[in-house]
């Protein structure tokens, strides 16, 4: 059960270096002031989300910091819950259905037709090499070579 996606052994050998630089003695007190910055790291975003919020105003007040990305600030605030009823979206939306439809369908019959075709890929390609007659020497390309 990863943690962290730290391994089992990966911790143990983790808590053994930590045994070996701290001492047993002062580890405690290693573990202890990891804890305390920790927790100051927390309170320190916390109150960021909090100042935040009350920059932007009472509108904001259910931000998220995971809605400051891009797709999700369009998504929540621009869009809203009622954006996707709009009639210019359900417009686009319905054309973006019919292309990806027809690029769908478009794909199968490739597939298809690649599928049936029995010649190799470079067969299509290839001229066919001139039949010799018996003791003919084939020609020669002196700048093939």
């Known amino acids: 059960m990863p943690f962290l996606d ?7 050998a983790l808590l053994a270096l930590a045994v070996m630089l701290f001492g047993p003695d002062k580890l405690p007190g290693a573990v202890q002031g990891v804890a305390r ?21 009472p509108e904001f007040q259910d931000l998220e910091l995971t809605d400051l990305h891009p797709k999700n600030f369009v998504r929540k605030h621009v869009l809203g819950p009622e954006g ?12 973006t259905q019919t292309i990806n439809g027809e690029i769908r369908g478009a794909s199968d019959g490739a597939r298809r037709l690649a599928a049936d075709d029995a010649t190799p890929d470079d067969a299509l390609y290839r001229a066919p090499a001139p039949r010799l007659a018996a003791g003919e020497r084939p020609p020669f390309d002196a700048d093939a070579t």
């Open 37 to 57: 910055t920790l927790r100051q790291f927390r309170e320190f975003t916390r109150n960021a989300q909090d100042d935040l919020k009350k920059e932007l105003g």
């Open 84 to 95: 996707s009823d709009d009639p210019a979206f359900r417009e686009i939306r319905d054309i």
């Open 6 to 12: 730290i391994s089992p052994l990966e911790l143990i």
